[in-house]
């Protein structure tokens, strides 16, 4: 890890879609699948995003615009200069006849778990949604790496019309899982923990909230009254670690460090 910021610039952009882009550079440090780097925007701001995908030379994040930062994002161009520091948190850990459900823009760090799963011979079935089409990004090599995958969008544009939760026990069952990966909206954690809890099935979740030092400092990103830090701690959780979390799905901290409603 180095919390040393130095800029490099973006050698390549590819779009998926309206407001959906996956950014290159070249390789600057080593991560694992769960991981995050914060990325500065000069003139802008800094914010986490995690590692979607590692090539022998190159690293690739991918954005979705939602906020001031993620939508200037869209407007960079190949060149332009961004600042890396990283990598930060703690990672998946590794399991067979394991089941990847993916929410959104949270499929980005399922994508690099995928392939460090393909690459170490474990099996494991994706199950990834998305609001429509064009967000439901690295859909090729989840087919290409899982045994199934199951997709489904909310409004039917691919796969079958719905959220990801609705058909969970049953592939839970046909497909015979004996692990969980998520990683997505929060409100996504909810009900996929309301399912799972009765069967006993470990899992780890990649959880996401406001950060600013990205190395536990300022206290930004603390869940509830347990003083764990998603940046430190997390951004990946257990089922043990998850039972002491009493906020899932109720409230975040905005940029003053204030508790405030978010879903």
């Known amino acids: 890890m180095s919390d040393l910021m130095r800029t490099y610039p973006i050698k390549k952009i590819v779009e998926h879609g309206p407001g959906v882009k996956s950014f290159y550079f070249e390789?600057?440090?080593?991560?694992?699948?769960?991981?995050?780097?914060?990325v500065w925007l000069p003139g802008m701001d800094e914010k986490p995003y995690s590692v979607s995908a590692l090539g022998e030379n190159w690293l690739e994040i991918s954005v979705k615009a939602y906020g001031p930062f993620s939508t200037a994002m869209m407007d960079l161009k190949v060149g332009d200069r961004l600042g890396v520091r990283g990598p930060f948190g703690k990672s998946f850990t590794y399991h067979d006849r394991a089941l990847l459900i993916g929410g959104g823009i949270g499929i980005a760090p399922?994508?690099?778990?995928?392939?460090?799963?393909?690459?170490?011979?474990?099996?494991?079935?994706?199950?990834?949604?998305?609001?429509t089409k064009h967000e439901l990004i690295f859909i090729e090599d989840f087919q290409k790496w899982s045994k199934n995958c199951y997709i489904t969008t909310d409004d039917g544009?691919?796969?079958?019309?719905?959220?990801?939760?609705?058909?969970?026990?049953?592939?839970?069952?046909k497909e015979k899982i004996e692990f969980i990966y998520a990683a997505g909206p929060e409100i996504?954690?909810?009900?996929?923990?309301?399912?799972?809890?009765?069967?006993?099935?470990?899992?780890?979740?990649?959880?996401?909230?406001?950060?600013?030092?990205?190395?536990?400092?300022?206290?930004?990103?603390v869940l509830d009254d347990s003083g764990v830090r998603v940046c430190?701690?997390?951004?990946?959780?257990?089922?043990?670690?998850?039972?002491?979390?009493?906020?899932?799905?109720?409230?975040?901290?905005?940029a003053s460090g204030r508790r405030v409603k978010k879903f």
Do not use: W
Request: with cysteine.
């Open 188 to 221: 996504m954690f909810v009900k996929v923990k309301e399912l799972i809890d009765p069967l006993d099935i470990p899992y780890e979740f990649c959880m996401e909230r406001y950060m600013k030092c990205g190395i536990g400092i300022c206290g930004q990103c």
């Open 27 to 38: 390789r600057m440090l080593d991560a694992r699948a769960g991981q995050f780097v914060n």
């Open 110 to 131: 399922l994508r690099l778990l995928a392939h460090e799963l393909s690459a170490k011979k474990l099996s494991f079935v994706s199950l990834l949604g998305a609001a």
């Open 157 to 173: 544009s691919q796969g079958k019309q719905g959220l990801v939760t609705e058909d969970l026990l049953s592939i839970i069952e």
């Open 232 to 254: 430190v701690e997390g951004p990946v959780f257990n089922q043990d670690e998850l039972k002491e979390v009493t906020e899932l799905g109720m409230v975040h901290r905005d």
